[in-house]
């Protein structure tokens, strides 16, 4: 039987918005460079706006579904669109793109993700980002909303505990896909910085600074602690939002990609000092494939990159979450005696998440799901 | 409440009872022929996996053993008309043969690689789609009402699965 492998339209939409930086819009327009790369003709529909000159998309391939509204959800602030001017504007993008896959994230938002599924005919492949549950809103919202899992072709979840979510709380099953990164992008950046490490060592933090359940408060209490041995050491901190940091932290706030690339290769040791609910931990995976030491909390998304918190081969060192004393051990614990070997796993690990092979994962599930799609759109997903 | 308002009063009652039911049957629907499109795509692909597997035979230096394992149970696999429960069992033996043979082989298996992988895939969104049409059959309203026609109730396919999507990290 001879592969087909025709150039698929595929419709993809992010239900956050586009004029703040986050996991999942990274992650939306990683996919979208690689299906563009790969030949096919991605479309992405997110709210704000995107900006030409750091993007990394085309912007004819890109469609603004509006300003976003701010709202407090899931601890974090997430700026999202509903109503029906932006159920309009959805279902004029599906009715213009002619796709024949759309694939949704974070579908169970109330954001256009969940417009796009109520109102799609084509196949629909969706992304589980949040290990977050939600049975309580599930039965409030009830059959409306189960209707609207009910027409989900293929599900994928980023991680094994966004899985478990997806199959306890919707009932339904999803294949574990993790995000993508750039490895050469950071990888081939670690090897020019490596000599420069080290006499005075810098940690580094990134994430969003006012957030609590990014743990940026753990990693300030343990300092003190961790510079009563390293009294050289430099705290560096970067991310949105507004904090005041002690006299020996540097808060550099929000950064580009190429910034974010350069301080974790000049970096000594990266810290993940998340509290909860953090579904995959991208950033930690490229600190991995910069080749930075990981010290990270023991969170079921992070385990899962690290592997198992007992295991003689996990790739970096853990600490109880929310604990400022164990997280201040273990960063003295990477400094005082490093382990090039394990870091040189880590970074190996982080090489099976670049985007050629996830990406082709994912066009895996595309094809499995445009094989089991009525007539008119299975034509494509032959071979 | 005078004659006509009751009268009204039951025919909106009715009208809402009725758009819910006809909702239900769609939803029953869907589900149910996303059943049968799922099981189609399994189908087509775990027939694939096998016949790629028989070209294992054809490459260059295999020993005559290991081509005897594959194509017995690709073969078995292949088999026209096989029961449901038998059908199961030897695509599971052909998963089992291929995570044994697979790893010695010093030739390329890209071609089977990929159809081990959809296999896979095929046979989670089957049996997630045989899940959802048997939750909406288990439902009272479409018990009573018979919302699910006389089609029998679809099944899971159980089988040992090759490797999903580990074969893209050795990549």
Same mark, same amino acid.
């Given at each position: 039987?001879? /592969?087909?492998?025709?150039?698929?339209?595929?419709?993809?939409?992010?239900?956050?918005?586009?004029?703040?930086?986050?996991?999942?819009?990274? #992650?939306?327009?990683?996919?979208?460079?690689?299906?563009?790369?790969?030949?096919?003709?991605?479309?992405?529909?997110?709210?704000?706006?995107?900006?030409?000159?750091?993007?990394?998309?085309?912007?004819?391939?890109?469609?603004?579904?509006?300003?976003?509204?701010?709202?407090?959800?899931?601890?974090? @602030?997430?700026?999202?669109?509903?109503?029906? %001017?932006?159920?309009?504007?959805?279902?004029?993008?599906?009715?213009?793109?002619?796709?024949?896959?759309? #694939?949704?994230?974070?579908?169970?938002?109330?954001?256009?993700?969940?417009?796009?599924?109520?109102?799609?005919?084509?196949?629909?492949?969706?992304?589980?980002?949040?290990?977050?549950?939600?049975?309580?809103?599930?039965?409030?919202?009830?059959?409306?909303?189960?209707?609207?899992?009910?027409?989900?072709?293929?599900?994928?979840?980023?991680?094994?505990?966004?899985?478990?979510?997806?199959?306890?709380?919707?009932?339904?099953?999803?294949?574990?896909?993790?995000?993508?990164?750039?490895?050469?992008?950071?990888?081939?950046?670690?090897?020019?910085?490596?000599?420069?490490?080290?006499?005075?060592?810098?940690?580094?933090?990134?994430?969003?600074?006012?957030?609590?359940?990014?743990?940026?408060?753990?990693?300030?209490?343990?300092?003190?602690?961790?510079?009563?041995?390293?009294?050289?050491?430099?705290?560096? @901190?970067?991310?949105?939002?507004?904090?005041?940091?002690?006299?020996?932290?540097?808060?550099?706030?929000?950064?580009?990609?190429?910034?974010?690339?350069?301080?974790?290769?000049?970096?000594?040791?990266?810290?993940?000092?998340?509290?909860?609910?953090?579904?995959?931990?991208?950033?930690?995976?490229?600190?991995?494939?910069?080749?930075?030491?990981?010290?990270?909390?023991?969170?079921?998304?992070?385990?899962?990159? %690290?592997?198992?918190?007992?295991? /003689?081969?996990?790739?970096? /060192? !853990?600490?109880?979450?929310?604990?400022?004393?164990?997280?201040?051990?273990?960063?003295?614990?990477?400094?005082?005696?490093?382990?090039?070997?394990?870091?040189?796993?880590?970074?190996?690990?982080?090489?099976?998440?670049?985007?050629?092979?996830?990406?082709? =994962?994912?066009?895996?599930?595309?094809?499995?799901?445009?094989?089991?799609?009525?007539?008119?759109?299975?034509?494509?997903?032959?071979? | 409440?005078?004659?006509?308002?009751?009268?009204? %009063?039951?025919?909106?009652? @009715?009208?809402?009872?009725?758009?819910?039911?006809?909702?239900?049957?769609?939803?029953?629907?869907?589900?149910?022929?996303?059943?049968?499109?799922?099981?189609?795509?399994?189908?087509?692909? !775990?027939?694939?996996?096998?016949?790629?597997?028989?070209?294992?035979?054809?490459?260059?230096?295999?020993?005559?053993?290991?081509?005897?394992?594959?194509?017995?149970?690709?073969?078995?696999?292949?088999?026209?008309?096989?029961?449901?429960?038998?059908?199961?069992?030897?695509?599971?033996?052909?998963?089992?043969? %291929?995570?044994?043979?697979?790893?010695?082989?010093?030739?390329?298996?890209?071609? !089977?690689?990929?159809?081990?992988?959809?296999?896979?895939?095929?046979?989670?969104?089957?049996?997630?789609?045989?899940?959802? =049409? !048997?939750?909406?059959?288990?439902?009272?309203?479409?018990?009573?009402?018979?919302?699910?026609?006389?089609?029998?109730?679809?099944?899971?396919?159980?089988?040992?699965?090759?490797?999903?999507?580990?074969?893209?990290?050795?990549?």
């Amino acid at each position: 039987m001879t /592969e087909q492998r025709r150039s698929l339209r595929v419709g993809i939409v992010c239900p956050y918005s586009f004029d703040v930086p986050g996991g999942v819009q990274n #992650h939306v327009l990683g996919l979208a460079r690689y299906l563009r790369q790969a030949g096919h003709q991605p479309s992405v529909l997110a709210p704000g706006e995107l900006d030409p000159a750091a993007a990394t998309l085309n912007v004819e391939d890109f469609s603004s579904a509006g300003a976003a509204m701010p709202v407090r959800y899931n601890g974090s @602030v997430a700026r999202v669109n509903f109503g029906p %001017l932006s159920a309009a504007r959805v279902g004029r993008w599906l009715r213009k793109g002619q796709f024949d896959l759309l #694939h949704i994230h974070e579908p169970i938002t109330p954001s256009i993700s969940l417009l796009a599924l109520w109102a799609a005919e084509q196949p629909v492949v969706t992304t589980f980002h949040t290990a977050t549950p939600r049975s309580r809103s599930m039965q409030l919202a009830g059959g409306v909303l189960s209707a609207a899992i009910e027409k989900i072709d293929a599900g994928i979840a980023v991680s094994e505990s966004a899985r478990n979510v997806v199959v306890q709380h919707l009932g339904r099953d999803a294949v574990v896909i993790p995000n993508g990164i750039q490895f050469d992008a950071f990888a081939g950046h670690a090897a020019a910085a490596t000599p420069e490490r080290s006499s005075h060592p810098k940690l580094i933090f990134l994430g969003r600074l006012d957030e609590p359940r990014k743990g940026l408060d753990v990693l300030l209490a343990a300092g003190p602690l961790i510079m009563e041995s390293h009294p050289h050491l430099e705290v560096i @901190v970067a991310g949105q939002g507004h904090r005041p940091v002690p006299p020996w932290c540097r808060s550099l706030g929000m950064i580009s990609e190429e910034q974010k690339i350069a301080l974790l290769g000049a970096s000594d040791v990266f810290v993940a000092p998340h509290l909860e609910r953090e579904s995959f931990g991208i950033v930690l995976l490229e600190a991995m494939a910069s080749g930075v030491p990981i010290v990270a909390s023991e969170l079921p998304s992070f385990l899962d990159l %690290l592997g198992p918190a007992q295991a /003689e081969g996990r790739l970096g /060192e !853990l600490f109880v979450a929310g604990d400022h004393r164990d997280l201040a051990r273990a960063v003295r614990q990477v400094l005082e005696q490093p382990n090039p070997l394990r870091t040189a796993r880590a970074q190996q690990a982080a090489r099976g998440y670049d985007w050629s092979s996830v990406g082709t =994962a994912v066009l895996a599930v595309y094809r499995a799901a445009l094989s089991a799609a009525p007539r008119n759109f299975a034509a494509k997903g032959a071979g | 409440m005078n004659t006509p308002e009751i009268m009204s %009063l039951v025919i909106i009652v @009715v009208l809402i009872l009725g758009w819910r039911i006809t909702w239900l049957a769609t939803r029953v629907d869907r589900a149910n022929a996303r059943a049968e499109r799922t099981w189609a795509a399994l189908d087509a692909a !775990l027939v694939r996996r096998a016949q790629r597997a028989l070209e294992l035979v054809l490459l260059p230096g295999i020993d005559p053993a290991t081509a005897l394992l594959v194509s017995d149970a690709a073969a078995a696999a292949l088999e026209p008309n096989l029961s449901r429960r038998d059908r199961e069992q030897a695509e599971s033996d052909l998963s089992h043969v %291929l995570d044994a043979v697979v790893p010695t082989l010093s030739a390329s298996t890209n071609k !089977l690689d990929p159809e081990r992988a959809r296999a896979s895939i095929c046979r989670r969104l089957h049996n997630d789609a045989v899940a959802t =049409a !048997l939750s909406l059959r288990r439902r009272h309203t479409v018990r009573i009402l018979r919302l699910a026609g006389r089609a029998a109730a679809p099944r899971t396919f159980e089988m040992a699965d090759g490797p999903e999507l580990g074969w893209l990290r050795e990549r």
